[in-house]
């Protein structure tokens, strides 16, 4: 589903070269749930994003379904983005004043749809997270659990093949936590790959595989 | 996708309401300054009645002489007898006419005073400019010539002299002297200084001498006079006939030594007024001071929101790196920010529309300018609300740009936004 081969990826001030990722070669499969562990700046978080085509590598080839994606337009992969990916943030990202259900609309704005189509699929989504009475609710009347389960629930409205969760329970308390993971291992059962960064060992180990970083290096 | 585009627009002004509230006063204190002083110009310029004829019509309104003793005389300040001899005498335009500006006459009838802008003329006067008469018909060259003691009065003059009755045949009683109603006109606006006043007399009933041999008038109010042409390509010709005569000039008073100016358009006058040099009017100069003046004035507003815009953006990167993350390429999200702009801007075009109809109407209703009659010119409000909204795509296109740079994954970085 996704192919990294020799990933390099160096943050370029006027003084200092960082190296955030070296050499990193990595192959998830369709429908597997992967965790990417590693303490704090170890390129966790900079690995997800250029496997969500947010950030691009300085070295090295991203693949998605086979399709190299070093020389797609901006609008390209933004219509990439739209069809095969959803992310899911540590910190939410929801946008406040729009209602919990404009929220999770958002990636079907951008495409070909009528709002009653984007009502539809946005509530649908909803329902699979557990939040049908919450839809006209807006995010600051809801609880961390709550709303990441709207940030889910918006990742899934499009039907993504493909979940990038960046620390999805690193905001939460333990037994939110465990809602939001068995949220994702259901998706999961249900046919969706999932890439999950956390540095919670207890929440990573229940899933199919670990990948460690550290200095921005593949460790095992 | 316009809907949508629109629905987050009206979201993110009423998101921000005192940067919507300065913006929006911003766009439409500006357009409204621009169309009322538009509808000012209007008002004064343009050819409406009496000056129906005005793309026919030149003038001499403004003069500039040096004297002997190297001085300077500025204005309308030549007399009567030299416009009668170096003017009148033309032979290419159709009509002349020479007429004094008006002069303020105080008149006490029934024991109360009144104060009437007064004007001398002949009887071509009544030929180049086009009076709406509501009653009676104007003085003629026979009644002028034959010192006739005629007058015509405007409207306003008629209801508070008369009262409003019909009053051809009628007599008033001025400067000591008592004319008869020959007719009555609609009122003329302060500001179409050439026809203006309250009451039109023969220019022959004027105390001063006006066959006085002078080329500078010293006498209040001073003279000038209308050029009808054929038609309007006749101007070139009459302009050199003038100059042909201006150079004939015998300085007799031995004060003027030098004249400049005279023949030309009401808008060559005011470029020489105010851009123009010494010797010659510069209209392209003034259609350029006027644009530029016109462009810088639109720019603040333009500034300010490209101010508020750049802001706003880095309030709003979560938001924008939200987008991006789910599918929003750089172009549609700067045609959001510019579907923004533009519907500020229209809304500030609506409003400074709504505020121009008012403040034109309280101005109209007032006595600030007598007989003011102001309307909107829907060209330069169509113009300015045009610049407005380019200037509106235009405020949104750079803080847009710098949008479309910024990282998706460096706007999500970092806690709850």
């Not at chain 1, 496997?51 to 086979?66: F, R, S, Y």
């Not at chain 2, 809304?347 to 102001?374: C, E, T």
Request: proline residues 3%; hydrophobic residues 45%.
């Amino acid at each position: 589903m996704i192919t990294l081969n020799n990933i390099d990826k160096v943050y370029r001030t006027e003084k200092i070269e960082t190296l955030a990722l070296k050499d990193i070669n990595l192959e998830i499969p369709k429908g597997e749930f992967l965790s990417i562990m590693g303490p704090s700046g170890c390129g966790k978080s900079t690995l997800l994003n250029i496997m969500g085509l947010l950030d691009l590598p300085t070295k090295g080839a991203v693949e998605i379904e086979g399709q190299a994606i070093g020389h797609l337009s901006d609008k390209k992969l933004a219509h990439l983005r739209n069809q095969k990916i959803g992310f899911v943030f540590q910190s939410f990202h929801l946008i406040h004043d729009l209602s919990v259900v404009d929220n999770v609309e958002i990636p079907l704005l951008y495409r070909r749809l009528s709002g009653s189509q984007r009502r539809k699929r946005a509530l649908a989504a909803l329902e699979r997270v557990g939040l049908s009475a919450r839809t006209r609710h807006f995010p600051s009347q809801l609880s961390g659990g709550q709303r990441q389960r709207v940030a889910i629930a918006r990742a899934i409205a499009c039907s993504p093949e493909v979940i990038l969760a960046d620390e999805p329970t690193g905001n939460l308390d333990s037994n939110m936590g465990q809602e939001i993971i068995d949220i994702l291992m259901q998706l999961n059962r249900e046919g969706s790959t999932i890439v999950m960064v956390t540095h919670d060992e207890r929440i990573a180990r229940q899933t199919a595989r670990i990948v460690r970083l550290f200095d921005g290096s593949q460790v095992y | 996708m316009i809907r949508n585009y629109f629905k987050i627009a009206i979201k993110v002004l009423l998101r921000h309401k005192l940067f919507t509230f300065i913006s929006l006063f911003g766009i439409s204190f500006t357009l409204l300054v621009l169309v009322v002083l538009s509808s000012f110009i209007d008002h004064a310029i343009s050819p409406n009645p009496p000056e129906k004829k005005q793309r026919r019509i030149l003038s001499t309104t403004y003069y500039k002489m040096r004297t002997k003793s190297g001085g300077t005389i500025a204005g309308p300040m030549v007399s009567y007898y030299f416009l009668d001899k170096y003017v009148r005498s033309m032979e290419i335009p159709e009509a002349i006419s020479i007429s004094s500006f008006h002069s303020n006459v105080i008149v006490y009838h029934q024991k109360q005073k009144f104060t009437f802008a007064c004007k001398y003329c002949d009887g071509n006067f009544w030929d180049i400019m086009d009076f709406n008469f509501i009653e009676g018909k104007p003085f003629t060259q026979t009644d002028v010539a034959n010192m006739r003691p005629v007058a015509i009065i405007s409207r306003d003059t008629r209801n508070l002299y008369f009262q409003g009755r019909e009053t051809v045949g009628e007599s008033m009683d001025l400067n000591g002297k008592t004319f008869r109603i020959a007719g009555v006109v609609e009122n003329v606006s302060l500001l179409r200084i050439l026809p203006y006043a309250d009451v039109w007399l023969p220019i022959t009933q004027m105390k001063a001498d006006l066959n006085k041999q002078s080329i500078s008038n010293d006498t209040f109010p001073g003279f000038f006079a209308l050029l009808l042409a054929r038609q309007r390509s006749d101007f070139p010709q009459i302009k050199a006939e003038y100059r042909q005569h201006l150079g004939e000039v015998e300085f007799l008073d031995d004060r003027v030594v030098e004249i400049h100016g005279g023949v030309e358009t009401y808008f060559e006058t005011l470029s020489r007024l105010f851009v123009g040099g010494f010797e010659q009017s510069n209209r392209s100069g003034l259609v350029i001071a006027v644009f530029i003046l016109m462009l810088l004035f639109m720019l603040l507003p333009a500034i300010n929101l490209v101010n508020i815009n750049i802001s706003r953006i880095y309030e709003r990167s979560a938001e924008i790196g939200i987008r991006k993350a789910f599918g929003a390429s750089s172009a549609t999200l700067i045609n959001q920010f510019i579907t923004e702009n533009v519907i500020i801007t229209a809304i500030g075009g609506f409003l400074s529309l709504i505020l121009a109809l008012i403040v034109l109407r309280i101005l109209n209703q007032s006595d600030i300018i007598p007989h003011l009659q102001l309307r909107i010119n829907w060209r330069i409000f169509a113009v300015s609300l045009f610049v407005t909204l380019v200037f509106g795509v235009f405020s949104g296109v750079i803080p847009a740009y710098r949008m479309a740079r910024m990282q998706a994954a460096e706007t999500l970085r970092g806690g709850e936004k």
